[in-house]
């Protein structure tokens, strides 16, 4: 690499890591929580929003339903966590749904969780990134023609962090998440306190939707009313996304990490559980409307803490968790990669760490594709919602089907209890997945439901590949016997070094050097003749006719009959290869080498050298020759 | 080269030619009328159009001038036809601007005469495409919005046939022409038999400019009128483009090849001087007007014709005729490209003729800048035209200069009144160039001045590049000293069949073979070693340790210190390459076999090999190794 390039490697991702420092890289509760649980709290910031957007259609009064939705979601997530608690202490090396799923229910529903997994941690990147980026601009709305510009930027900052390694990323995160729970419970606090105790602003008080007068106020009823409440109800579930990342991550906690990682998954769920009720509340006592320009939490920090100092640390605090949030993909999706990579789902690249220790393929694969969605859908949060959540639903649903198959298995004790939650747990998420994918299917669900049997079936044809290319290069037996005739061949253009340099290459990997010339203009030919013959350099010139004037097709033509002939089990055909000191001097000589090696790679038993000349390089290959030099002998040089 | 895409070539360009078919290559006298002089002829279709687009800013009554401008270029026309006669006799090979301004001016101004050649070849494409297509628009109005598509098909369309060699674009292209004389004698006979004898429309009648009522009709006088009159001549001046074509082709010509090239001169001249003065004529008898939906031929036509079925047929003629004018350019710029890339002044992939005698790479080249230029001027030939004819005024007076330096050394037979007749051409068509690059300055021509500069240039840069590559690769001296000690390096990563290939080809090289292996997993080294024992190949196993994994750092590090202790003259990787059967499967397999090469690629004494292992296909090295399998022992292979 030149050195230019290697110092600003240097410079954005740090000095290389030695593998010992890999234990060195786990995470504290405190930081864990910061890290890993972001994902989940920072939902908060959207999740009620979503809700809203869905009952504004069924008019004002029917904002009341969301405390209601919320409550049902908070529900479904106390479930889920306890479920997972289960999946943390039977996993303590990391149960992601993927493992789960794949040991106990078998390859296809791995496949499933997998490709459902890849693609959730895809869209929390961008709704993240998105969410994030609005909350500036609902405190900023001059930035807002720059979103998208500020959302790749904010990607592209996050992929810089995390190749250069997981603790720092830690640290580096961990105080905006603190700082946005304080504000958070700061909002939650007074909010309710003034709306219940003090009288500054009179709550509208719960109503009732009479479905009689609902009829008459034009509100829909029936089929469509249950639609749309299921609709807003599936909306809200994104609220429960990155519940799994603990779970994914255990590997990643200080020991005895299932415990601490358990403890962790307790605090994240109670802590989203509060936020959720708490901003869904507000959203309704304070009858807060979605708005294209300004968030529903913004609009709520607005009116509790005024355009005080307060408002805008909340603003930057929601920003700054949110990036955090995507930062739990950028942990989970080089990490998950990384075990489909080992059993062979996955191209190998993504199996490796960098030279920072993190899986660097895999974060800068994820931070690509991320930025090309949210440009895609040009950074509106609302757009990519209904493609998110899907595939967590999926993955609770398998993961949580795998643990009863576990608890039927292994039969630990309380294995009866165990399983019956984990199953309750499995059988209501089923159910939330299908209603997301009805509710939400035409307004985004279906690319979903496209893409996922999609990366299954690149993954499964990356196995059948991988499966092909170790039978075949799978070598049982004794050691090979190694005697063979050997031929080489170096094609040669007049009297140059390069030329000299390939030859003496070419003798001393084999007695059977043939210095080949392929004839153009019949006149040189002559000339080349005579000063080889002066030049007695040991090897015989073999001239060949090109009446089409190609200068690589006499050249296989003679390998081939060398070969055919018996003579000779394997050629070399040795190639003076001139490197130029700029690239754009490349566009100015044939590459006479590459083609020679392109015309040879299908052939069998011919191997094509390239012997390196350095063009304004003090030292090279033909230096060792010991040139003899005279000053008087004439030069023969031809064009290379 | 995959099968079928040499099938698709050998149905677009034919089958490849033997180099003895050149000479059959040649054109006789009425196929190069057709060919050659087709780039002069045709400006017809455009000069007088330019000269009235410039009047008409003057006014309808300044209309008239359009004779008396005309007249004067005419003028210009036969004293410099008369000079190129003399280049023509005096250069029998073909005498092209370069060729004599290089040869009896020096370098500086053959570079000039190249650079300016070069830029009016492309622009002879993109103007005649741009005028043919515009011809076919004025008949056909609805393909109006469709004009830059139809110039980029018909610009592809002459680059195949032009790849498929001379001759056949010759028949090809023969036709047209004649048809197109035969109408345009049709139209001016008719024209100027109704127009001076007929009654049918009667003739405004010239009209005299008198300054004094020009000016309380509101037209510039004084400097204002003289810079219009001057631009109109300039723009009109685009009707001597392609003059020198003739002369710069002697050799295409069959033999007496200068005599057959000097009467074709003088035909084409004449045909060019009445067709252009009866153009001129015809449009201000019927005071056609320019206008950007119909050209000036086409209204003459629609008039003079009605709309009958000749109108029609002088459009398609128009058409075809300037496609064969851009021909000619597809024979002139890479004939010069070609002995600019013998000279050293381009690339080398210039000199050399394609498959099919032609040379394949010029043509490419200007197929593909001319399209580019097109695109960029939404094919408007009123936009391009401002750029031409500047570089071939500055190419007429170079080579008529040089021919007066030539005069003046070799005083041949008659040399005074020659070089006078040179000298007279030359301070003519210099004092135009001037007039062109001042009138048009700001109308495009200053895009012309800054491009010719930047392609000396390069021209330059690339001379002074092949001149240090000569010197560099200048081999003078007795043979060189062969002996030397040779150290092969096999970096293994288990035992594969690609691995086996590798260590057998590496013995075969050399005495001194060691396999390597860079550890990354402490475990999987024990396994391999012992594996290795057992295997029992004869060549030891050195393992490296890779604390910052990376697979390439350690093996540098290796062969470096081999080299440095002195034991080694000269190293060579020898890699196992897997040569996978589909593109895609690229992307699944680290490329190992590359990051060595680039590795080592600026490293002296070493040369890296790769040894492919073609994966599905039945033969290969690995086959020759005479593998005595036994089924029943364990395979150990990791990962490639």
């Known amino acids: 690499m030149p050195t230019a390039l290697r110092r600003t490697k240097r410079l954005l991702f740090g000095r290389p890591l030695p593998s010992d420092r890999l234990d060195h890289e786990k995470l504290s509760r405190k930081t864990a929580l910061a890290v890993l649980s972001s994902d989940a709290i920072s939902s908060v910031a959207y999740a009620t929003e979503q809700i809203l957007l869905v009952l504004a259609v069924l008019g004002t009064v029917a904002l009341s339903h969301v405390v209601g939705i919320s409550a049902v979601i908070v529900g479904l997530l106390v479930l889920v966590a306890l479920s997972y608690r289960q999946t943390i202490f039977a996993y303590p090396h990391g149960g992601g749904s993927y493992t789960v799923a794949r040991e106990n229910l078998g390859v296809m529903p791995g496949l499933i969780a997998a490709a459902a997994l890849l693609t959730d941690y895809i869209l929390t990147v961008a709704v993240s990134i998105s969410a994030g980026v609005a909350a500036i601009t609902s405190a900023y709305p001059a930035l807002a023609p720059h979103a998208v510009l500020v959302c790749i930027a904010a990607t592209f900052l996050l992929m810089t962090v995390n190749l250069r390694g997981v603790r720092e990323s830690g640290i580096a995160f961990s105080v905006p998440t603190y700082v946005f729970i304080a504000l958070m419970l700061l909002l939650i606090g007074v909010g309710v306190y003034r709306g219940v105790l003090g009288h500054e602003l009179a709550p509208a008080g719960p109503m009732r939707i009479d479905p009689v007068s609902a009829h008459h106020a034009g509100i829909p009823v029936g089929f469509a009313f249950t639609f749309l409440i299921l609709r807003a109800f599936a909306e809200g579930c994104v609220a429960m996304t990155g ?85 739990t993909a950028f ?52 757009a990519l919602i209904p493609l998110y959540a899907i595939g967590v639903f999926v993955c609770f649903t398998l993961s949580q089907a795998g643990m009863v198959m576990k608890w039927r298995r292994t039969r630990a004790p309380g294995w009866r209890w165990r399983a019956l939650l984990n199953g309750v747990g499995a059988v209501a998420t089923a159910v939330v997945a299908i209603v997301q994918v009805a509710t939400k299917f035409t307004s985004g669900a279906w690319i979903v439901v496209v893409i996922i049997p999609l990366i299954i079936l690149v993954l499964a044809k990356i196995e059948r590949h991988y499966a092909f290319f170790s039978r075949e290069v799978q070598y049982t037996g004794h050691a090979p016997l190694m005697f063979m005739h050997h031929t080489v061949v170096v ?12 030859l003496v290459y070419a003798t001393t990997i084999s007695e059977d050097v043939r210095a ?25 010139l073999t001239v060949l006719a090109s009446p089409y004037r190609s200068v690589i097709r006499p050249i296989v033509d003679y390998v081939q009959s060398t070969l055919k002939a018996g003579t000779s089990d394997l050629v070399t055909v040795v190639v ?61 040089a031809q064009n290379a």
């Open 243 to 327: 519940t799994e990342a603990i779970s994914n991550g255990v590997g990643a906690f200080k020991a005895p990490s299932a415990r601490n990682a358990a403890a962790t998954l307790s605090w994240m769920a109670a802590i989203l559980a509060v936020f959720f009720m708490g901003t869904s509340w507000l959203a309704q006592h304070y009858q807060v409307m979605p708005s294209p320009t300004e968030t529903v939490l913004s609009q709520l920090g607005r009116h509790i803490f005024g355009g005080s100092f307060l408002y805008y640390a909340l603003q930057y605090a929601t920003f700054a968790l949110l990036v955090l949030a995507a930062n």
């Open 331 to 382: 942990a989970d999706f080089p990490r998950l990669s990384s075990i489909l990579a080992h059993d062979g789902y996955m191209p190998r690249q993504f199996a490796a760490r960098g030279d920072r220790l993190a899986f660097s393929n895999g974060i800068i694969a994820l931070a690509v594709v991320a930025m090309l969605l949210v440009w895609a859908f040009r950074g509106d949060t609302s």
């Open 491 to 502: 094609p040669v253009n007049g009297i140059t070094k390069p030329t000299a340099g390939a």
């Open 516 to 540: 080949i010339y392929v004839e153009v203009d019949p006149e040189a030919t002559q000339r080349l003749q005579a000063a080889w013959t002066e030049w007695d350099v040991g090897v015989e």
């Open 576 to 636: 003076a290869e001139v490197v130029p000191r700029h690239w754009w001097e490349h566009l100015l000589h044939n590459k006479t080498a590459l083609f020679v090696k392109t015309a040879f790679l299908f052939k069998p038993n011919v191997v094509v050298t390239s012997v390196p000349y350095l063009l304004g390089h003090a030292v090279r290959l033909g230096d060792l020759m010991h040139f003899d030099e005279l000053p008087n002998s004439e030069s023969v």
